[in-house]
């Protein structure tokens, strides 16, 4: 492609996707294809002549967007949103067009400070004490995995890394039932074994008992286990609970654990100061994540990442070959020794176009908007008598259900509710998923997609009760 293809080919895609967002409601939500439809419509083996770019475009549509699942359609209610925007976009378009490489300051300085600044930004939006340093991850995944290796190797005196296991490292991890299935896979990943991640119960809204936590790490110790980490959420994944961050972190340091805080999904309400209330504690922690990627309108991946103490971070991580010594004497930041990957791609341009093109009240005026939206959808629900809400609804997620008069089973319950939301996403106007609380199958209503609106919010009521209500009179006559 020449730079004069290259021209003509951009502004078709950009037309191409301000077409797109302009008529993206008219695409099903949810993808409706069966496994396998879209493999088995592709050639088996790779061109050897060069195709052109209009026929390359033409496929796209024709055989890639009917597989596709829209979320960045404002009728998207399902998982957490991975919301984008158009700034993120176009600073996405910048980053693939520099094609960097931010392994090290020396491969861009400019990628490295400005990460620098852009964590500073967030972390002091978010009311983390400026002692925390930050850092880009991929995903909240990997850096609850970073997380507990640090914890691993501080705890060790920096020994695994260099000896591997031995028999007096029996350490234990410690999360909620309701905590994010990313920790089981973190703790594996570390050698500590998913049978020493102990699931602590929760109370009535669905938040971490501390009391039992404790109980837990007192009867490990006495059995000769080295509790090292607690994970709290800050926002469950399946309902958004908060865990009790005060009282957690006071134990941490009674027992001297390292304490990480995964606050993925609802860790962007934190820059409102109206949740000041869940930051009650968040100063204890050693570290904390959350995803711009997810609320934030900023391009996946983006995962915020803070650590307390960043030497112990870059302790566990630092290798320094030959080949990759660089002769700066002045301190600066080389990202590459503050997690897994050496390979990182330049995410803070996408940060910095984001916070700057909607500025820090666009970002709060666009979450009060979802919160308030979930408020008026939450009353509906609640004034339904067919119908309940069953976890607290404390940012913009509404774990609810379908509960007609007569089915108080709840094995039934489960059986008509699973029936409703495939009913519903197989309709293509909306998307939801689902949960279980307490063995109780919900539907989730997450009400936070860049583009969505009442009307939208609105639609997905009305469509959800008249599938519920055509469901309710077919069982009735069956
Ligand atoms: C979404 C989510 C994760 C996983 O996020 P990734 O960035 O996809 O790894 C972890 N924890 C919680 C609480 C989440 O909501």
Redo the contacts with the bound molecule.
């Keep these: 492609m020449t730079t004069e293809e290259f021209k003509i080919n951009g502004y078709k895609i950009v037309d191409w996707l301000c077409n797109y967002f302009n008529e993206i409601e008219k695409y099903p939500v949810k993808s409706q294809l069966k496994p396998g439809e879209i493999f088995n419509r592709l050639p088996d083996t790779p061109p050897n002549s060069r195709d052109n770019f209009f026929d390359i475009l033409k496929d796209f549509e024709n055989q890639i967007m009917d597989g596709i699942t829209h979320w960045q359609s404002p009728n998207f209610f399902a998982?957490?949103p991975a919301n984008n925007s158009f700034p993120s976009i176009l600073a996405e378009f910048l980053t693939a067009g520099l094609g960097l490489q931010c392994m090290m300051w020396v491969t861009s300085p400019a990628a490295a400070e400005l990460e620098e600044k852009m964590m500073n930004w967030l972390r002091d939006s978010i009311g983390l004490p400026s002692s925390f340093s930050g850092v880009i991850q991929?995903?909240?995944?990997?850096?609850?995995l970073v997380s507990i290796l640090t914890a691993r190797e501080k705890f060790s005196d920096y020994e695994i890394n260099q000896k591997g296991f031995s028999e007096k490292n029996k350490f234990r991890v410690y999360c909620s039932t309701e905590?994010?299935s990313?920790i089981e896979k973190a703790v594996k990943i570390a050698g500590i074994g998913a049978s020493n991640l102990i699931k602590i119960d929760v109370d009535d809204k669905f938040a971490l008992k501390p009391e039992l936590l404790r109980d837990s790490i007192i009867k490990d110790i006495s059995e000769g286990y080295r509790p090292l980490c607690i994970v709290a959420?800050l926002?469950?994944?399946g309902s958004t609970a908060v865990d009790p961050i005060y009282e957690i972190g006071k134990i941490c340091r009674q027992f001297n654990i390292w304490f990480h805080i995964?606050?993925?999904?609802a860790g962007s309400a934190l820059i409102l100061d109206e949740f000041n209330h869940f930051k009650n504690g968040i100063e204890f922690c050693d570290s904390f994540v959350f995803?711009p990627?997810?609320w934030l309108m900023t391009n996946f991946?983006c995962?915020a990442y803070f650590v307390q103490n960043k030497e112990a971070l870059i302790s566990t991580f630092e290798i320094l070959p030959e080949y990759l010594k660089t002769p700066e004497v002045t301190h600066v930041n080389n990202y590459r020794d503050w997690g897994i990957q050496l390979g990182r791609r330049f995410r803070a341009l996408k940060l910095w176009f984001v916070i700057r093109s909607y500025g820090l009240d666009g970002l709060k005026s666009k979450l009060r908007e979802d919160i308030a939206l979930t408020k008026y959808i939450q009353e509906k629900i609640e004034n339904d008598e067919e119908f309940e809400i069953l976890a607290p609804v404390d940012f913009n997620v509404i774990c609810f259900r379908f509960k007609p008069k007569g089915i108080g089973n709840i094995n039934e319950l489960n059986q008509i509710n699973e029936e409703l939301l495939n009913l519903v996403n197989s309709t293509g106007k909306a998307f939801f998923t689902h949960t279980k609380l307490n063995g109780s199958y919900v539907i989730r209503f997450v009400i936070g997609q860049t583009n969505v609106k009442k009307e939208n919010v609105e639609k997905a009521w009305k469509l959800i009760k008249s599938i519920a209500s055509e469901l309710k009179i077919n069982k009735e006559y069956k």
């Design positions: 998982f957490f991929d995903t909240a995944s990997t850096a609850t905590a994010h990313s959420a926002g469950t994944t995964d606050a993925a999904y995803n990627h997810k991946d995962s």
